[in-house]
T-cell receptor, first 114, second 113 residues
């Protein structure tokens, strides 16, 4: 069964600092990988996705993620964090068969300090 | 930009009552989903729906749950007899044909007392 691990429950960074959120997945084939962001009281907004091709994918709001098959990882990065990036970030995995339900990680809550 | 909408944003109900959560998926999407997130836990898949029938469901989605697409725009989740443990945020999502990504609505927070 597919699974997603986000080892960091809570991360605090200073505004302007770089950010990397970790995500590891378990799945037998090449998965579809996603990062979603959830601001307080809001729904889940898609930041970026990977399903084939270039392993470095660009998303909205200046985020990028890199798929590393050898490490089963899909880490999210941003070179300079803004206060408005404070939110909870979810890594998720889908698969190419069936009707593509998505399995989510437990989330990483990002706090940004001035 | 088109988006998934959900109503109500918050629903409070008593244990044993029936609730219907409503969703309007993005208009040209063909695949529809419900997920839930119990407070402090991760988002969990409940059910997927395609071509007017359930295509996949999780073990959470027991006989107390049902889904329906009553017309060309709405997609509903019904819980027949709510339990305290049904208290959660329920998210609707939709996906276009040949796409991989799902778009989520803002959620309905269900509180069962």
């Amino acid at each position: 069964a597919q699974s997603v691990t986000q080892p960091d429950i809570h991360i605090t960074v200073s505004e302007g600092a770089s950010l990397e959120l970790r995500c590891n997945y378990s799945y037998g084939a090449t998965p579809y990988l996603f990062w979603y962001v959830q601001s307080p009281g809001q729904g889940l907004q898609l930041l970026l996705k990977y399903f084939s091709g270039d392993t470095l994918v660009q998303g909205i709001k200046g985020f990028e993620a890199e798929f590393k098959r050898s490490q089963s990882s899909f880490n999210l990065r941003k070179p300079s964090v803004h206060w408005s990036d404070a939110a909870e970030y979810f890594c998720a995995v889908g698969w190419s068969g069936g009707y593509q339900k998505v399995t989510f990680g437990t989330g990483t809550k990002l706090q940004v300090i001035p | 930009e088109p988006e998934v909408t959900q109503t109500p944003s918050h629903q409070v109900t008593q244990m044993g009552q029936e609730v219907i959560l409503r969703c309007v998926p993005i208009s040209n999407h063909l695949y529809f989903y419900w997920y839930r997130q119990i407070l402090g836990q991760k988002v969990e898949f409940l059910v997927s729906f395609y071509n007017n029938e359930i295509s996949e469901k999780s073990e959470i989605f027991d006989d107390q749950f049902s889904v329906e697409r009553p017309d060309g725009s709405n997609f509903t989740l019904k819980i027949r007899s709510t339990k305290l443990e049904d208290s959660a945020m329920y998210f609707c999502a939709s996906r276009a044909d040949k796409a991989v990504e799902q778009y989520f609505g803002p959620g309905t927070r269900l509180t069962v007392t």
